[in-house]
C-alpha cells in the first residue's frame, strides 16, 4: 500500500531549466527525506527534514533546495538543471521515535538533456 | 566516517540455489543498526530485514541475516532462490542517536534465471 506519494513519476527537461518534485507521505511521520539513485544505482541521501526543519544537508550543489510547508510534504527544486542531474529522486519518510524504518516512494526519475 | 560495502555488483542464480549477499559495514560506534532493502522494478525501495542486536538471526519473507560486530558484516542469505526474488538488494547502517540517515552500499542486483 503506498504511503509516500511522488509527483511526477517522470520529467524530461533540458540543461538550465528549472524543476520541481513533489513529495507527501500519509504515514504521520515527522521526519522526510530526499535520496538521490544515480545511474550506477547509488543510493545517497541530499537533505532530511525533521518536522519543517532541515536537520541535515548533505554536500549537494546550491542548484538544490528542499521546501517543507508542514511535516508531511517536502518538495525538491532544481534551479538550473544540469546533465549530471539525470537521475531517479526518491522520498523517504520515517517516524521520528523508535521506528528506524525508511518508507520511500516511488521515485521521479529526471532526464536532462 | 561510516561506509557499507557491497562486494558484488551483480549475482546471477539459476533457481533454486541458495543465495547470499555479501554485506560489510565500517563505523567507530557500537550501536549501529544494519538494513536490508530490496528494490524491485518500477517499485519503491522497501525495507526487508532490520538488526541491531549481535549474534541474533533475523528473518523476514525466507530471507534471514545474522549481525556479526566482530566481523562488521550482515550478509544476506536464503536457502532457495526464487525468479520473483529478482531485484536490486541495498545494505544500510545507521547509528542510533544521529539524525536517522542511512548510509548504503552500491547495491546488488540480483538475478534469477529458470
Known amino acids: 500500500e503506498t504511503a509516500v506519494f511522488q509527483t511526477p513519476n517522470y520529467h524530461v527537461t533540458q540543461v538550465g531549466n528549472e524543476v520541481s518534485f513533489n513529495c507527501k507521505q500519509t504515514l504521520g511521520h515527522d521526519t522526510m527525506y530526499w535520496y538521490k539513485q544515480d545511474s550506477k544505482k547509488l543510493l545517497k541521501i541530499m537533505f532530511s527534514?525533521?518536522?519543517?526543519?532541515?536537520?541535515v544537508n548533505e554536500t549537494v550543489p546550491r542548484r538544490f533546495s528542499p521546501q517543507s510547508s508542514d511535516k508531511a510534504h517536502l518538495n525538491l527544486r532544481i534551479k538550473s538543471v544540469e546533465p549530471e542531474d539525470s537521475a531517479v529522486y526518491l522520498c523517504?519518510?520515517?517516524?521520528?521515535?523508535?521506528?528506524?524504518?525508511?518508507?520511500f516512494g516511488a521515485g521521479t526519475r529526471l532526464s536532462v538533456l | 566516517g561510516d561506509s557499507v560495502t557491497q562486494k558484488e555488483g551483480l549475482v546471477t542464480l539459476t533457481e533454486g540455489l541458495p543465495v547470499m549477499l555479501n554485506c560489510t559495514y565500517q563505523?567507530?560506534?557500537?550501536?549501529?543498526?544494519l538494513f536490508w532493502y530490496v528494490h524491485y522494478l518500477n517499485e519503491s525501495p522497501r525495507l526487508l530485514l532490520k538488526s541491531s542486536t549481535d549474534n541474533k538471526r533475523t528473518e523476514h519473507q525466507g530471507f534471514h541475516a545474522t549481525l556479526h560486530k566482530s566481523s562488521s558484516s550482515f550478509h544476506l542469505q536464503k536457502s532457495s532462490a526464487q525468479l520473483s526474488d529478482s531485484a536490486l538488494y541495498y545494505c544500510?547502517?545507521?547509528?542510533?542517536?544521529?539524525?536517522?540517515?542511512?548510509?548504503f552500499g552500491l547495491g546488488t542486483t540480483l538475478q534469477v534465471q529458470p
Open positions: 523517504a519518510s520515517r517516524d521520528w521515535g523508535f521506528q528506524n524504518t525508511l518508507y
Open positions: 527534514y525533521n518536522n519543517k526543519q532541515l536537520i
Open positions: 544500510a547502517l545507521k547509528r542510533t542517536g544521529n539524525t536517522g540517515k542511512l548510509i
Open positions: 563505523t567507530i560506534y557500537s550501536n549501529a543498526f
